[in-house]
């Protein structure tokens, strides 16, 4: 679901599915993660909901691409409305979290206090731990640990 707090009414249809899209990707994802690139309108303010287990590793990390001063504001919430993270004006940033309860939580980036400039904006979420570059990592012999 997309949050409807300022959203411009200038904002593309074809925009607003691919948003309808990502949210439908984002419920159907347990472990794992998504990727999105989108444009922020000046004065709008867009937010994503994902439902999350208790227990459970996720990392947002963010970054403006283009528009103004490349900065954006951004804060996320756990289900019981509490706001766990929050940074203004940021060109990009990264935040680990391990989830304290179970429902749904919801991620916003800001571009309210821009009147006259939009921004693009890309954001990667990953659910859970990320696998190994190699796997099996720890039952191989090699040259670094045989030194």
Request: aromatic share 12%.
């Amino acid at each position: 679901q997309v949050g409807r707090g300022g959203m411009g009414s200038g904002m593309g249809t074809g925009l607003r599915a691919g948003v309808r899209a990502l949210v439908l990707v984002l419920c159907a994802l347990r472990a794992g993660g998504t990727e999105l690139t989108f444009e922020l309108p000046d004065s709008a303010k867009q937010c994503f909901h994902q439902e999350l287990e208790r227990g459970i590793k996720f990392t947002l990390d963010y970054q403006v691409i283009t528009g103004g001063h490349y900065d954006v504001d951004c804060y996320v919430e756990d289900p019981n409305g509490r706001t766990i993270y929050k940074e203004t004006k940021k060109q990009y940033d990264s935040f680990p979290h391990h989830t304290e309860v179970k429902g749904i939580y919801t991620f916003c980036f800001s571009n309210e206090f821009s009147t006259f400039s939009h921004k693009t904006v890309y954001f990667d979420f990953q659910v859970g731990d990320e696998p190994p570059i190699l796997p099996d990592m720890n039952n191989r012999v090699t040259a670094l640990t045989q030194v």
